[in-house]
């Protein structure tokens, strides 16, 4: 069964970057036709994408965050990471890691890591 | 870029049925897929291409898409149902995701 993993710092500066790693068990992120990525929630609302990439470095990325997003994948290490920078308040949301796979739907869902921002 | 209209709220009766939208312009040329977050938990996926249900989830969960709106449909709700669902697509003419604000369902 794949399993999804995320981990990094729950709280950040303002200004600083957030530095994400989902760590996945069960499965190759190396596997075709998968892309592996961020989705985050700020709290009581909906959900937002953030980027996707596949093992080779093709990317998508949420055009709003686009600037401060860095994502990349560690096939040796079989996990993924997020970079996010200048993070301000806005940024305090639960960041999930997922799975995306035919048509663009999320099959798996690490259970998410909760960022705050405050200095 | 299409936006996806949800409701905020539906509620419903145990045993009976729910109905959740999704609007669209032209809608029925995507494929949409839903997912059901329950409280303090990631979202899963309970519906995709539209109609198609993943392993495990129970047949109870039903899709469809026509027009300008896409639907989820939930029968013989139940207690543990209850929950925010998201409808959302890919909009490979900006290469961007969309999710629908979420519907909250509660089984009263």
């Known amino acids: 069964q794949l399993q999804l993993q995320e981990s990094g710092p729950g709280l950040v500066k303002p200004s600083e970057t957030l530095p994400l790693t989902c760590a996945v068990s069960g499965g190759s992120i190396r596997s075709s036709p998968y892309y592996w990525g961020w989705i985050r929630q700020p709290p009581g609302k909906g959900l937002e994408w953030i980027a996707f990439?596949?093992?080779?470095?093709?990317?998508f990325y949420n055009p709003s965050l686009k600037s401060r997003v860095t994502i990349s994948a560690d096939t040796s290490k079989n996990h993924f990471s997020l970079n996010l920078s200048s993070m301000t308040a806005a940024d305090a949301a639960i960041y999930y890691c997922a799975r995306r796979t035919i048509n663009w739907r999320f099959d798996y869902w690490g259970q998410g890591m909760v960022v705050s921002v405050s200095s | 870029s299409i936006v996806l209209t949800q409701p905020p709220s539906v509620s419903v009766a145990p045993g009976q049925t729910a109905t959740i939208t999704c609007g669209g312009g032209n809608i029925e040329n995507y494929n949409v897929h839903w997912y059901q977050q329950r409280p303090g938990q990631a979202p899963v996926l309970v519906v995709y291409d539209d109609s198609d249900r993943p392993s495990g989830i129970p047949e109870r969960f039903s899709g469809s898409n026509s027009g300008n709106t896409a639907t989820l449909t939930i029968t013989r709700v139940e207690a543990g149902d209850e929950a925010d669902f998201y409808c959302?697509?890919?909009?490979?003419?900006?290469?961007?995701?969309?999710f629908g604000g979420g519907t909250k369902l509660t089984v009263l």
């Open positions: 959302q697509i890919w909009d490979s003419s900006g290469d961007v995701v969309i």
């Open positions: 990439n596949d093992y080779t470095g093709r990317t």
